[in-house]
């Protein structure tokens, strides 16, 4: 199993950035996907997560309303599109997949997840 994370990169405050995860190896459509980033000195942390069909989606506080997480099954791919981009956003950001039955129950401990992307690196400056 391969999960690809590209898109990162080095931004001004208030920029976008789409982040796309490429994933090889495993039935897509049959897999939670998650977006988690990672700041120095931090734990890993939630991002958004979208269910098998695209319909269902979560995120964190800290991004509702700027970042929107889409899939497209037949490419293999998850994508994280961020707007109005602020410095604290800066991380290493992950993508990953979740092998369950029900979309309900805990999604945010990075433990959940089955496969892990290598991360790419997105930096905000103000």
């Known amino acids: 199993v391969q999960l690809q994370a590209s898109g990162g990169g080095l931004v001004q405050a208030g920029d976008s950035l789409r982040l796309s995860c490429a994933a090889s190896?495993?039935?897509?459509?049959?897999?939670?996907m998650g977006w988690f980033r990672q700041a120095p000195g931090k734990e890993r942390e939630f991002v958004a997560r979208?269910?098998?069909?695209?319909?269902?989606?979560d995120y964190a506080d800290s991004v509702k309303g700027r970042f929107t997480i889409s899939r497209d099954n037949a490419k293999n791919t998850v994508y994280l599109q961020m707007n109005s981009l602020k410095p604290e956003d800066t991380a290493v950001y992950y993508c990953?997949?979740?092998?369950?039955?029900?979309?309900?129950?805990?999604?945010?401990?990075?433990?959940?997840?089955?496969?892990w992307g290598q991360g790419t690196q997105v930096t905000v400056s103000s």
């Open positions: 190896g495993l039935t897509f459509s049959s897999y939670v």
């Open positions: 979208i269910n098998w069909s695209g319909r269902s989606t």
């Open positions: 990953a997949a979740d092998w369950r039955t029900s979309y309900s129950g805990t999604y945010y401990i990075p433990g959940e997840y089955d496969y």
